[in-house]
């Protein structure tokens, strides 16, 4: 078995945070994580496999944010590359030029996915050898801009809500994310893990967002299952804002097929210049895309949608946590504003997006918010 993993940090009190919460709120978001939290199996008939455990915190070899190879050894990541590097199975670690972590495919037997470093963005699961991710043929890829397709992580805020100060859709997809733990002992489910704090952040963004925190995102492939989980630490000794989302972009195969189910009896704000910020209330069992298209579907009960997007088998998204749900599609005129787009890409994309939006969370010192969506090839 190979396991590569970063050491456990802290103390952090795993409590969780919310916005507006009532005790219904917690205890809901509590049994959600607790449902969902996968603890990675610790082989105990091999101990030095996998270093995370108390055992070993507090030894000689802890390295601060210090990644625990399979060799039983904690290194730092560039150590960690050389020494984990074609040891895992189904993991490849692709380099820019200048030899740098770029890109990082993992190989399941039924599925595969890519995530770039830059933003933690993933733009590419096959399953079954078909794409259903989509990736614009114009997206920048070079890390001087926010990637154009994929599943982009929006933290802390949402558009410009937070500040038109920070960027628009927040830092996060336009980070370099450290790498954290690496699980590919079995064949047909992997799981990687990418760490964001304010270490790793552009210090003019902190002068703006003066916070302390650590986001934890984890990608899980199952079978034809894929798992994003997104876990966000005040780090700090004070309060802070935020909100986040999933900004996940689907491969449209045919657009005049394309549409979502779930959203029935749903409020949403249509967002589109159409639209006029208007609030709505959703009458269709299923919402076609056939013009500009951006809901923010508000509180949604309701974990269980499916996106068609003309592929023969639909994708069932499982939502935990979050509660707004964004339906986004640019149509014509809005693509040919977006240089990376271009009015040829629009028919070939579909965004259904999980997180929070419509409203700022408040997370307390010391606390956790964690969220997610596991989408599935049916
Ligand atoms: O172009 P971006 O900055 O990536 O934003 C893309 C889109 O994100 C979300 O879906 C919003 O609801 C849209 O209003 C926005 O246009």
Redesign the pocket.
């Known amino acids: 078995k190979k396991v590569c993993h970063v050491k456990p940090n802290d103390n952090t009190d795993i409590s969780v945070g919310g916005d507006n919460v009532n005790n219904d709120n917690i205890i809901s978001k509590v049994i959600d994580s607790q449902y969902f939290e996968e603890p990675t199996e610790v082989p105990t008939d091999e101990p030095t496999d996998l270093l995370e455990n108390e055992e070993n915190s507090g030894s000689e070899n802890d390295v601060d944010d210090g990644i625990c190879c399979a060799d039983g050894t904690c290194k730092d990541l560039d150590d960690y590359l050389t020494q984990c590097e074609n040891k895992l199975n189904g993991v490849e670690f692709i380099k820019d030029s200048e030899d740098n972590l770029k890109i990082i495919k993992i190989t399941t037997s039924t599925a595969s996915v890519e995530i770039y470093r830059f933003g933690a963005t993933l733009t590419s699961w096959i399953v079954d050898g078909e794409e259903r991710i989509f990736l614009s043929k114009k997206a920048v890829l070079d890390g001087t801009g ?1 990637i ?1 397709g994929g599943i ?1 992580l ?1 933290f802390p805020q ?2 410009a809500d937070l500040t038109e100060d920070l960027p ?2 927040g830092f996060a997809r336009i980070s370099n994310w450290r790498l954290g733990a690496i699980d590919a002992t079995s064949e047909d489910r992997k799981e990687i893990s990418f760490i964001l704090t304010n270490d790793e952040v552009n210090e003019e963004y902190l002068k703006i967002w003066p916070h302390q925190f650590e986001l934890v995102y984890t990608v899980t492939l199952d079978g034809k299952s894929l798992k994003t989980n997104m876990k966000i630490t005040n780090t700090g000794d004070d309060k802070f804002l935020f909100n986040t ?1 999933l ?1 996940t972009y689907y491969n449209v195969k045919d657009l005049t097929k394309a549409g979502v189910y779930g959203l029935l009896g749903n409020t949403y704000i249509d ?1 589109t210049p159409e639209g006029n910020y208007e609030r709505k209330v959703e009458d269709r069992e299923r919402v076609p895309i056939v013009k500009e298209t ?1 809901y ?1 579907y508000v509180d949604v009960n309701q974990n269980l949608f499916k996106a068609q997007t003309g592929f023969e088998n639909d994708i069932n998204i499982e939502k935990y946590t979050f509660q707004d749900v ?1 339906i ?1 599609n ?1 149509w014509i005129a ?1 693509s040919r504003t ?1 240089e990376d787009l271009g009015e040829e890409g629009y028919p070939h994309m579909l ?1 259904v ?1 999980v997180g929070r ?1 419509s409203q700022p969370i408040e997370l307390e010192a010391g606390s956790v918010y964690e969220g997610g969506q596991t989408i599935t090839v049916e």
């Open positions: 926010p154009r982009p929006v949402f558009k628009f859709h989302l900004h967002t951006d923010i964004i986004y640019p809005k977006l965004c997006e939006v």
